[in-house]
């Protein structure tokens, strides 16, 4: 950022930050004080008392059996909904990528999903797995499947987990297309006259080339299965039947804003706080080395 | 290559295209048909594939009055107009607030400068959700509940708007900002007949991006409009989803979600190219 600066006013610069800084400071910097702040007290039904407790809110948290399991859940479907919607979008961008008739036909095709809400996309497939109207369902129920997943907390975290990768593929293509263009053709071809196959010189050559944006989308996946998938988890289940897609956002919510149990639920928000942070960390070491890469 | 090394291949890829294309689209086509026929055909589970003939009734009536025997709603009419006034004001307020701060950030130089360069980077890190609960007080206690400002100011900052201005400004030459000073031009002045025009593909790719952004919020909408005339779409449509699912005039819930999807779908269409350029460069 040196040698920029051009113009030397005093104030303006201070009004031309000032919007932005403003409301980082309301809506960003100071609620997530408030959570952190929040997470280490401890107030009786009523707001009446008040007490600091240090840790105990993250201790209570840690031997509550349904809040391990919203973690092992969150990770599970993340897992889950990241490994899917990389692997087939990576797929459907290898195809798209080569010089077929139509192509460009095939990438509107494949891009439009991106416009939905993760909430629609839920709506969508409920629409097709409702147990007594959904024509998937009922086509379940006739294979002799017992499909209800208001009941079978399984076959609800499945459906989830189908709405959320359906939702993130197009997504997750843009980028590998972009990747795969930004690879230079005369690389593939020296490892085709070195003799590799179409298979070898995909997992030789391209494959590692595309590991930069393989990694930041594993990264971007899964911050959106952790967050943006709210909207459908919502839509379709609220997090049942039981707690079989409660994930930790869910949980938050629920604790927050159905269950008034604030402290708790604010220290739910620091755990996650801190999750993000980890992850965003990863990802700029990650470009760090793409910079050395390139 | 031999050409009948290559045809096989190609078939393959046409094939995992086609089966790809038809997964995605598959489900928009059964509500549309869903949005053509009538309450008791989808009620019994027998669906059919093809089109009825209930069409221009279900879109009227879910577009009109937005509620049927079975489900209540707000008319589309009311919540698409809600959708589209949040989605333009976030877009356009969060440009207009990471633009000036990035061109204060580029081009001035000011004690605290890269104090407030951290303040705003560290957004990144913040979704939403792990600070919804202080958030949303802090609305509440300006008293901006069921306010269009409540709803679209606290999404308005990211970092990701003011990176990626800091981008393109870095590649202004400091030239061109000189030449105009020498002529007399002033800071704001070359803000509007300099950077401006040079940032316009930038910024419509980033208009593109949060016009999806904002159509698409489901969270915050829900926590902070309680009244119904202030429901968007995307919320509307999950409210109408009552408990007993197949009890339901899906008629009138498909043909308001296919509403509801036209137009995030024809923007990111339309506007594919700019689509793709904002995403794969904001994120670098």
Redesign the interface.
Known sequence: ?K????????L???L??A???V??????????A??IY?SLLRSDPFGLHTKFVGLDNFRALFADPYYLGSIRLSFLFSGAVALTAIS?SL??AV??H?P?RGARV?K??????????????A??????F??????LA?ALQHAGIGWNYTLHGGQALLLVILASV?KQ???NF??F??GLQAIPKSLIEAAKVDGAT?RRAFWSVVFPLLAPTTF?LVV?NT?YAF?DT??AI??LTKGGPGKATETM?YK??VD??KNFR?NS??AQ??I??AL??LL?AFQFRFIERRVHYV | MTRRSRRP??I???L??LV??A???F??Y??FI?STHDAAT??????PLTPGSHLAENYVQAWVYGTGERVSGTPVRVMMANSLVMAIVIAVGKI???L??A????????PG?MF?FW??F??????????????Y??VSDFGLLNTLAGLT??L??SATG?LLFRQV??TIP?EL??AA?IDGAG??R?LWSIILPLGRPSIAALFVILF?YG?????WP??ITTERNMDTI?IG??KM?GTS??LMD?NL??AT?VM??AV??A???LF?KW??QG??ET?K
């Open positions: 950022m040698g920029h600066a051009t113009f030397s006013n005093k303006l610069p201070y031309l930050v919007p932005q800084i409301v980082t400071s309301l809506f960003f910097v100071w609620p997530a408030q959570a929040q087939v797929l459907l195809m798209a080569k077929i095939y509107t095709l494949l891009i439009w999903p991106y416009a939905l809400a993760p909430a629609m996309a709506v969508l497939w409920l629409f097709l409702q147990p007594s109207i959904g024509i009922q359906w593929v197009s997504y843009i980028f297309l972009a179409s930041f971007m911050v967050f709210f909207g919502d839509a956002v938050l919510y927050g804003f604030l639920s604010a928000s620091v996650l706080m993000v942070i965003t | 291949r190609n393959g890829a046409h995992v295209l790809g294309v997964v995605l689209v489900p928009v059964m509500a869903g989808i009620g019994r589970g027998r669906l207009s607030v990471s000036l701060a061109y204060a950030v580029v081009f001035f130089r000011f400068r407030f303040l705003i560290i957004t990144l890190m913040l979704p939403l959700e792990v600070r919804i609960i202080p958030s007080k802090v100011i606290p308005m900052v003011t400004f870095m400091k900002l000189d000073k800071p704001m070359c999806v159509w698409n919020q489901y969270l829900l926590l995307v449509i999950v989803l699912e197949s899906w819930v498909m979600t509801a999807m995030p779908i923007v990111v269409i594919q689509l793709v995403l794969v994120e």
